[in-house]
């Protein structure tokens, strides 16, 4: 397989900028299955804005019938474009109704269509639930920030000098195990073969320190495996079992989890992804261990859209961690963006995105006009270079909130040699290949909306529209 073909999907987590799920286009979300939407806190809002552009420009429309056929068109002409089988979006913001809608697509081989209620494998929003556990253990006392990696996890190269502050925002300096070319071989050779965290440890450090714990801003999956480590060491239970207990269940998210293994429950998506040749392959039970503490988790559309507020206004964290949480560095190239400590901040939307061979998601809150967007799609394939996410985000921010357009969009750079493994079914192997999974049917014309047309819209959308909590 020449590494050129592959590419990191949890790289491209950060609009654009680098690593397992920072496609610097994040994703955030809301509250749902009866569990209160918590008010933001004074603090944590006050720290949000202090990063966010202007408030100018940050009001949000009502969403009318208008308003929603000018989404349902934009929408529709980046599913067209991209090529992007289907998609979930949803849009909330109090006293301004809701916009809930699916197109396109959950499977090529029948043409069934997407579903609001589908569970998602959600990449690199993996990083603001693992980050968030380790908060809750700052706010216990149980470790600090500015504890250097070596005092928990020996053999870290400049594990004396690293802090878990800097492996949480992204400033360690250590290679992203993603983009070792042997990791993207045994990765394509075998995607559901499950990977231990040491085993990806072990993929990064037999390279050099890319640069001196804060120098700058360099997105690396590497860290996150790192801190799940710490997580599970002083936390006293295996990462999925904390995350579960001490996240999920306080967070009232019923519908969201952190897999052993390649289980993904119904109902579901097909994922659409390409190999090394070019071909769309199916990675639906593709085994998300690789990805681990960075991007193995699983939600769905209201869980997502809980969680973005949750995450943004720090409901689980002390105000004090929360400030910590949301003061950025930049990222360069990206105009209005910056990234805390396991979340992002880009144009005032606050939260995450995520990338994983088959699927992606966008998950953010923006503060000034309390509005939360979750995008979902079940495909991780680029156009012209672009995160087929950051597309729709872009696409929809540019009609709703004007002011703050999600991510200014930035083209992608080239990918570099080596970069993040597609991994695929198909891809050859020194010794066989790998059949292709049912239903890897190749990329056909802009998949159809289903259910109703809205008139004034160039292509139909199905409008499913769940009665929000009383205080989104």
């Not at 989404?71 to 301004?96: C, M, N, S, T, Y």
Request: charged share 15%.
């Amino acid at each position: 397989m020449s590494p050129t073909r592959t590419r990191t999907r949890l790289r491209r987590a950060c609009v654009a900028a680098a690593a397992a799920g920072l496609l610097v286009t994040p994703a955030l979300a809301g509250s749902a299955y009866g569990a209160p939407t918590p008010e933001p806190s004074p603090s944590a809002s006050a720290s949000a804005s202090a990063s966010a552009p202007s408030p100018d420009g940050a009001a949000f429309p009502e969403l009318t019938p208008a308003v929603a056929a000018k989404l349902d068109a934009a929408i529709q002409q980046v599913l067209r474009e991209a090529k992007v089988p289907g998609v979930i979006v949803g849009l909330w913001a109090p006293g301004k109704g809701s916009y809930v809608r699916t197109f396109g697509t959950a499977d090529k081989s029948t043409g069934s269509p997407m579903e609001t209620g589908f569970n998602i494998r959600i990449g690199s929003e993996t990083k603001t639930f693992t980050v968030t556990a380790l908060l809750e253990l700052v706010d216990q006392g149980k470790v600090a920030l500015d504890d250097t990696i070596g005092t928990y996890i020996s053999g870290v190269p400049n594990g004396d000098r690293i802090t878990l502050r800097e492996l949480a925002g992204m400033r360690s300096g250590l290679f992203n195990y993603s983009l070792d070319e042997d990791f993207n071989k045994a990765l394509a050779a075998g995607p559901t073969r499950p990977f231990t965290p040491q085993q990806l440890l072990d993929y990064s450090f037999r390279h050099p320190v890319q640069f001196e714990p804060n120098a700058k801003w360099q997105y690396s999956n590497t860290n996150l495996i790192l801190l799940g480590l710490v997580v599970e060491k002083v936390g006293g239970k295996p990462l999925h079992e904390f995350i579960r207990e001490e996240v999920l269940e306080p967070a009232g998210l019923r519908k969201t989890l952190f897999p052993t293994d390649a289980h993904f429950p119904d109902p579901h998506p097909q994922g659409y992804t390409d190999d090394t040749t070019g071909k769309i392959v199916n990675a639906t039970d593709w085994n998300p261990s690789w990805a681990w503490a960075a991007g193995a988790m699983i939600s769905d559309l209201m869980d997502l859209r809980s969680w973005a507020r949750t995450l943004a206004t720090g409901t689980l964290l002390t105000p004090a961690t929360q400030a910590e949480r949301l003061k950025t560095t930049s990222i360069d190239g990206i105009p209005g963006a910056g990234y805390g400590l396991g979340l992002f901040n880009v144009q005032g939307w606050i939260g995450h995105n995520g990338s994983l061979p088959g699927y992606e998601t966008l998950t953010v809150y923006l503060p000034q006009a309390e509005a939360t967007m979750v995008v979902l799609l079940n495909t991780d394939v680029l156009h012209e270079g672009q995160e087929p996410s950051t597309l729709f985000g872009e696409a929809i921010t540019s009609i709703v909130t004007p002011g703050h357009v999600y991510p200014g969009h930035v083209p992608t750079a080239p990918e570099p040699t080596g970069s993040t493994p597609t991994p695929t079914n198909t891809a050859p192997t020194p010794t066989n290949t790998a059949p292709t999974p049912t239903g890897s049917t190749p990329t056909p014309t802009a998949p159809t909306p289903t259910g109703p047309v809205t008139p004034t819209a160039p292509a139909p959308a199905t409008p499913a529209e769940p009665t929000p909590p009383a205080s989104p």
